[in-house]
């Protein structure tokens, strides 16, 4: 079983930043790729960011580029997602996944999720 805990979300406004943190605990050893996802109201979840757990490798939505970086801790099992110049379209559910194989943005290839945090960002 693998758990993915993330904590950080909260109420900003625009422009603000916010670092969002996803523990990795269970049998998370052996993790190949860790991604962040959104989903907003009334939309699909959609991909953010994701690392190659052992390159370093990132990989970005247009949408972000620029703006958030993605790191990870491999002491600590831990991915994180600093988001800087947020704004109102930001505002979603953001999920940590995971994935014992190569680093994919596609939402349907990730098994383990998170229960995601709330980000809102007002104008």
């Known amino acids: 079983q693998v758990q993915l805990v993330e904590s950080g979300g909260g109420l900003v406004q625009a422009g603000d930043s916010l670092r969002l943190s996803c523990a990795a605990a269970?049998?998370?050893?052996?993790?190949?790729?860790m991604a962040w996802f959104r989903q907003a109201p009334g939309k699909g979840r959609e991909f953010v960011a994701a690392?190659?757990?052992?390159?370093?490798?990132?990989y970005y939505a247009d949408s972000v580029k620029g703006r958030f970086t993605i790191s990870r801790d491999n002491a600590k099992n831990a991915v994180y997602l600093q988001m800087n110049s947020l704004e109102p379209e930001d505002t979603a559910v953001y999920y940590c996944?995971?994935?014992?194989?190569?680093?994919?943005?596609?939402?349907?290839?990730?098994?383990?999720w998170g229960q995601g945090t709330q980000v809102t960002v007002s104008s």
């Open positions: 269970g049998r998370a050893v052996g993790m190949h790729a």
């Open positions: 996944a995971a994935r014992r194989a190569i680093t994919t943005m596609n939402t349907q290839e990730y098994p383990y």
């Open positions: 690392i190659n757990w052992s390159s370093g490798n990132t």
